[in-house]
C-alpha cells in the first residue's frame, strides 16, 4: 500500500521544516521501516529560496582512490560516495569498510567520524552509519550510495551536481540521526513544485515507489535536491 500525504501520528503532525525539525524517535538499533512521511508543493516563496540554495551550475568535486572522477565516468566503478566538507567535496569508495576506515578519521564532524568508527565494529551495524543520512539509486538500499554528515545547520544540495547526476534517481533512503529530518524536492516547470518530508527517528524508506507523488504516480525517481 503506497503511503499517502500524511501526518499519520501526533508525532508526525508536528513536524516543522524551519531547519530540518525532528521527528519521531526510534532505537538506533531497531529502525522503523513505516517513518513518517509528508508530502506537498512548495510556495512560490519556497521554491526561489530552495532553487538559490540548490544551484546545479555548481559541480562538487568528487574523488576516487586519489583521483577526480571523470563526469563520463560512472563514478568510475565506485559504490559510495560521502560528503567530507561543507563546500560540498565527496569522496568515493568501493565498500563500507573503505569508507568507514577514512571517515573515521576524516568526516567533517565529531558526531560522523563516531558513526563511521563505530560502524566498523558493531555487529548491528547497517549500511549507513550513525549520524549520516545515504540515499540509495535502487530500492532496499542497494546500489550505488550517496551520503552526507549531520552538520549544525541544514544543507541544500542539488543532486545534478554530482558527476555524473543522481538527479531523478534516488529510490530508498537512510536517516541514521535521531532528530532533523530530510526534505526531498522535483523541480517542475509550469507545475509547483513537490516535496517530500522524510522524518528522522533513524528511520528506513526501504522504496519511493510506495510514496504517492502529488502529480500521480510515485517518488520513485523524482528527487532532483536534498536538503539534510
Known sequence: MRLRTMAATA???????????????FAADDPTTVPGVVTDVLTP????????????????????KGERIDPASDWEGAQICVEVSEDGTMQCFDNDREANTYLSANAPTAEGRAGAKRALTDRAYRDC???WVCLWQNSNYSGRRLQWPTYSEAKTRHLNQYSPSFRDKASSAFINRPQRGVELYDFRSGLPDPHLFLGAGYSLYSNFANIDYTYGGSWNDKADAIKF
Open 11 to 25: 508525532a508526525v503532525a508536528s513536524l516543522v521544516l524551519g531547519g530540518v525539525a525532528a521527528a519521531p524517535s
Open 45 to 64: 516563496e519556497e521554491e526561489a529560496q530552495v532553487h538559490a540554495q540548490a544551484d546545479a551550475a555548481d559541480t562538487v568535486d568528487m574523488y576516487y
Open 129 to 131: 552509519p550513525s549520524n
